[in-house]
């Protein structure tokens, strides 16, 4: 008797759980309306916020001067580029020594700090900043000449202190993973992130992320210890009340690349998780009002923790029912969190398909089928990082695990380095 | 504060309602945003409501005659309620449950302050219920598909109050519940908000529906319609496949249900769904519907004989919105009903399928709402067609006029049928030989726990609560014949018994089992209620006097 209360309490906080993910992850194709308050509106011609655009850059002489001329080329009139290089690496130093050379609107900061990370970095550039505005773009990104622009016309029509744009990564091709990941942002900046933002807490991307310059220093920049120092910055900036605004819009996005191998991509992921965790235990997300917003921060910032559990739960739950000789009506309870899963799956298919309309891309039907197949490796994948995260944490392992790129959303395929958290 | 982009001030998302394009129908009056806050809309639903509830509830356990089918159902429901599983007797995956797991839970409550009252008469009761939500989302259904307030509340009129609807509506028939379900899913895919997660609650609705009476199936092609036009382009795709998963991710439930029983396949030894899905394929045809002398045309001619209006006006009127599909903006608004009476009129058609007297229930709220779509789209034709804002006084006239008198015209028509049809409904006792019959089994029989007695299951709960035993004392006719675990208990077949109630169904369908006709060869009336055919007899088992007197 007790293991069938068991079973089915089980059965029914997985399936809650498995409803409110996909719920959320819906949340932009709710209605049309909702869907289209998700984009940015058309900017007016009017400009009136200037931008300090940080560029932290390391062993990416490769791909650095690209980012830098075609952040240059932005319709925008007025806004400064600052690389930041470390002091340990001449090869950036030159590339972002000779781009300032060219245009006076780049500038570059040293980092001198003995271990490095992002935090770190784009700390040492905030006393330079000039413009009321700072955006943080990677190096490998390429952006949208009128993202600026339409970022300079939100934050005048909505008062926000904080506009986060689209980041998404483009090449769904390379291998199975990269399409589910590939998908991830796709429904994590297309969709879900606005529900955050409209809730009230929202952990902030890593880049294309634009906090106007007081509410940056009033909030002490970003936090150099955490690994996941851009969802920091989001859930302090919001637990304060600071208004943040999400648009995105295709044609408009940050495109990037997935990471190289699986491995890295495993080194990522543990990273935001590890990362999450201590998001969750610095605890800041307990100023926010509303129990609601409360629950929302406790779930959100969980939620590697419980997509690992139920991942492994699930088909244990499953093959529970099918062999044990459990009663019709707990047996019936068993498959609910199977049946979510497979609402999941046909709109994560639906997903990619509007994926491939909104990209233009060619998404052929072996996609659609490694996307299917691919599912319970990635469940596995993201298990496995959840567990590695949690296992790190415990020993007090902070470093940066960084993560090599090839470069496969750019014309040319060159090592760079990435270390983008969403 | 945080907001999406571009909320004024952090107000909840719907509050900012950033119009999408439009590419829902365009009606000449567009459906308020919520019914619910609508006063005009209320108060004319409100009255119809509470005139269709007079009329389907006042007399309702008295007519019409009670039928074997609703004792079924009953039955199965008071099983389930019994925690005695499924059905009163084996479940052999005839119907999926869930039509009469619903009615056990409606008639939880009386049942459960007074046992007596779970029989067919008492518990139609249940049915108004189903009707009166029914005859609400007609309404609803009416005003989403951009019907003027006057169609809408026709469409609930004739589903409400046609001779036929009431006559079908009162009884215990899953049907009734299944079209709940069908209609409240039509209601979610024509919602003015085009909510993806209306969209799904669609495909649950329709999905129950379903689960329900499995021939709403069929029906399932014009709701997808109706989802189609009312969805927008940019969200489409995920508002159809979500509903399309929930129907099927729930209908897949009732096969689950079979597989974790054992019960999916045929096997030595137990029922099974394949064999129960067979048997409904393979039932015997009742002929063609329009030729004489078969089985369907009589089924065809009982539903004319309570109301010509609503299925032949239904028809005209889907038949009118096709050929006009082009022209008139109510036709293109209406294409999901009328699609759905013309696969249900297509099925109907099979030139040898089976067609049974409920079938129609399926296609009266279709019925009702292509009609009244017709009547407005003839309106407007009357009323509003190429006028012109300096048109002549006496052409404004004539079109009123000529409007009046059609009105009339079909009020004319139509009063004195519904009227006639309907007081027999309100006062007709059809039920008097059943009664009495109850009452004499219930009191007249000295030890009820000790005798068997056949019946039909408009009966049988009724002599499970005068004391016999359920099963195999008070035994469901066909179950004598056709029940391994009945027949079992009955080794010298008719000598086993003590009774036969022949009721009307007993006698029709007594020539196809040998041991009810046996039964009745060997039996005397000992009381008869009722006259003629309708008459239900009391018959005694006569084991002294071989043959019997009959």
Redesign the interface.
């Known amino acids: 008797m007790l293991t069938y209360v068991l079973i089915a309490a089980v059965s029914l906080a997985l399936f809650w759980m498995a409803a409110f993910t996909l719920w959320w992850q819906m949340h932009a194709w709710r209605t049309p309306e909702v869907l289209a308050s998700t984009r940015f509106s058309r900017p007016d011609g009017d400009e009136h916020v200037s931008f300090s655009l940080l560029l932290p850059a390391r062993h990416e002489q490769a791909v650095l001067d690209h980012t830098v001329q075609r952040l240059l080329e932005s319709t925008h009139a007025d806004f400064e580029i600052i690389v930041i290089v470390g002091h340990d690496d001449p090869g950036t130093t030159a590339v972002a020594e000779r781009a300032a050379g060219r245009d006076p609107r780049v500038r570059v900061v040293v980092d001198t700090h003995e271990k490095k990370n992002k935090p770190k970095a784009t700390n040492t550039a905030l006393p330079h900043c000039r413009g009321d505005v700072v955006g943080v773009f990677d190096a490998e990104d390429q952006v949208h000449p009128e993202l600026l622009a339409h970022v300079d016309h939100a934050f005048r029509t909505t008062g926000a202190d904080v506009v986060q744009g689209g980041v998404q990564l483009i090449n769904f091709h390379s291998s199975w993973y990269s399409l589910r990941n590939c998908l991830e942002y796709f429904f994590w900046f297309r969709s879900r992130l606005h529900l955050h933002a409209q809730k009230g807490f929202i952990p902030l991307g890593g880049n294309t992320v634009f906090v106007r310059t007081d509410v940056l220093r009033e909030a002490d920049g970003w936090d150099p210890d955490c690994l996941a120092e851009d969802c920091d910055l989001g859930v302090r900036l919001s637990s304060v009340g600071k208004k943040v605004v999400v648009a995105y819009d295709s044609d408009m996005v940050t495109r990037e690349e997935t990471p190289g191998s699986l491995m890295s991509l495993l080194k990522q992921r543990t990273r935001w998780n590890q990362g999450f965790l201590q998001v969750y235990r610095k605890k800041d997300w307990r100023q926010l009002p509303a129990l609601r917003q409360r629950m929302l921060a406790r779930y959100t910032l969980m939620t590697p923790f419980l997509q690992a559990f139920s991942g492994v739960v699930i088909p244990l739950n499953a093959a529970v029912a099918l062999f044990l000789d459990v009663p019709v009506g707990v047996a019936f309870l068993t498959f609910l969190p199977l049946v979510t899963a497979a609402v999941t799956f046909v709109f994560e298919v639906v997903g990619l398909h509007d994926f491939g309309r909104q990209y233009g891309l060619r998404v052929r039907f072996v996609h659609y089928v490694k996307l299917v197949l691919g599912g319970p490796f990635y469940q596995v994948l993201l298990a496995g990082a959840a567990i590695r995260a949690v296992w790190r944490e415990q020993r007090g392992r902070n470093d940066w695990e960084l993560t090599t790129h090839i470069g496969a959303h750019l014309d040319a395929a060159e090592p760079s380095r990435e270390d983008v958290p969403a | ?7 004024v001030s ?1 107000a ?3 509050a ?5 394009p439009d590419s829902g129908p365009t009606g000449r009056t567009r459906p308020p945003q919520r019914l619910r806050s609508s006063r005009p809309d209320l108060l004319l639903c409100g009255v119809l409501l509470v005139a269709v509830l007079v009329v389907q509830g006042w007399n309702i356990a008295d007519y019409p005659a009670l039928s074997d089918d609703e004792g079924t159902y009953l039955a199965q429901a008071w099983a389930v309620q019994q925690g005695k599983g499924l059905a009163h007797y084996t479940y052999w995956y005839d119907h999926p449950p869930l039509g009469w797991i619903q009615i056990a839970l409606l008639s939880w409550i009386p049942s459960a302050i007074s046992p007596g009252s779970m029989t067919v008469g008492g518990m139609r009761i249940v049915m108004l219920g189903i009707s009166a939500v029914s005859a609400v989302l007609v309404y609803v259904l009416g005003r989403r598909l951009a019907l003027p307030r006057w169609a809408a509340g026709l469409g609930m009129v004739l589903f409400g109050i046609s001779p036929l609807a009431v006559v079908l509506q009162r009884e215990i028939f899953l049907d009734n519940i299944a079209v709940m379900w069908l209609l409240l899913a039509f209601c979610l895919a024509a919602s003015p ?5 209306h969209h799904f609650g669609a495909g649950l609705a329709a999905a129950a529906g379903v689960l329900t009476k499995e021939t709403m199936l069929v029906v399932l092609p014009a709701l997808f319609v109706t989802m189609w036009r009312h969805s ?1 382009r ?2 489409r ?3 159809l ?2 509903a399309v ?2 129907c099927t ?1 729930i209908g897949l ?1 009732y096969p ?2 079979a597989l ?2 054992g019960e999916l396949f045929p096997g030595a030894g137990h029922v099974s769904l394949v064999d129960g899905i067979k048997y409904q394929m393979s039932r015997p045809g009742s002929g063609f519907i329009l030729d004489r002398g078969s089985g369907s045309y009589g089924v065809l001619h009982s539903w004319l004989y309570y109301d010509r209006v609503l299925p032949v006006g239904g028809l005209a009127g889907a038949l009118l919105l096709i050929v006009t599909w082009r022209w008139s903006v109510t036709a293109r608004a209406l294409a999901g009903p009328a699609l759905a009476v013309a696969v249900l009129t297509a099925v109907a058609l099979r030139p040898d399928g089976y067609l049974p007297a409920m079938y129609i229930i399926g296609a009266l709220p279709f019925l009702a709402l292509v009609l009244a779509g017709g009547a407005a789209s003839v309106a407007h034709a009357v009323l509003r067609r190429r006028r012109s804002d300096g048109e002549r006084r006496y052409v404004t006239g004539a079109r009123y006029a000529l409007a009046a008198v059609l009105a009339l015209a079909a009020g004319a028509y139509v009063v004195p049928h519904w009227y006639d049809g309907d007081r027999t409904a309100l006062t007709a006792d059809a039920n008097k030989p059943y009664r009495q019959a109850s009452h004499w089994l219930s009191t007249r029989v000295e030890h009820p726990r000790d005798t068997r007695v056949l019946v039909d299951d408009a009966l049988w709960l009724d002599l499970v609560h005068a004391g016999y035993r359920p099963g195999t004392g008070v035994i469901w006719f066909y179950k004598a014949d056709l029940d391994p675990a009945v027949t079992r208990t009955m080794p010298h077949g008719w000598r086993d018994l003590d009774y036969v109630v022949a009721s009307p169904t007993v006698r029709r369908d007594a020539k196809d089992l040998p041991g009810v006709r046996d039964a009745i060869r060997h039996s005397a009336p000992v009381a008869t209620f009722g006259t003629g055919d309708d008459r239900v007899e009391i018959r005694r088992i006569v084991t002294a006097t071989r043959g019997g007197a009959r």
């Open positions: 504060m945080t907001s999406t982009l571009p909320a952090g909840e998302i719907p900012q309602r950033r119009p999408g908000s085009r909510h993806l997660w927008h940019d969200t795709k995920f508002a496949t979500g998963t929930a991710l439930s689950l249900f974790l029983k």
